[in-house]
């Protein structure tokens, strides 16, 4: 019986360390990423952020870290009518998978699927940011 005990508290140990050692600050980093790409492209704070009293200074370090993130991610025009009317304004690509795309423009998020069309994502230029980033180092 208490070889039982002694297995369930070194399983409920380990649990602890690794949800508040590994997972919490993953999950925080990835939060935090998150914010300051959709700070240096959009120059507001997403919607979904429940906690939004973040003063002006942090809005600007954040947005000038995800400034030096947007690297990652390639900026396509894409020139489709449901798409802000067709204007082919450029959308960063957060993430894709098949033919539905996670996009971010200068209005915010939204998913877009192009369906059983034909599509091209090229590289457009010059890439748009928001204004907080204009002061951020290179």
């Known amino acids: 019986m208490i070889f039982y005990l002694v297995?369930?508290?070194v399983?409920?140990?380990s649990y602890f360390v690794l949800k508040n050692m590994i997972i919490k600050p993953a999950n925080r980093d990835g939060t935090l990423e998150y914010i300051g790409i959709y700070l240096a492209v959009t120059g507001k704070l997403p919607t979904q952020l429940v906690n939004n009293n973040i003063e002006k200074k942090r809005m600007v370090e954040l947005a000038?870290?995800?400034y030096h993130e947007l690297w990652k991610y390639r900026f396509s025009s894409i020139n489709d009518a449901e798409v802000d009317g067709g204007s082919g304004s450029g959308k960063y690509i957060l993430q894709g998978g098949d033919k539905i795309?996670?996009?971010l423009g200068s209005e915010g998020s939204s998913i877009y699927s192009f369906?059983?069309?034909n599509f091209v994502l090229n590289e457009a230029y010059p890439r748009k940011y928001s204004d907080l980033v204009k002061?951020?180092?290179d």
């Open 135 to 137: 002061d951020c180092k």
């Open 115 to 117: 369906g059983s069309k």
């Open 64 to 66: 000038c870290d995800g």
């Open 11 to 13: 399983f409920s140990l």
């Open 101 to 103: 795309f996670f996009l």
């Open 7 to 9: 297995i369930v508290g």
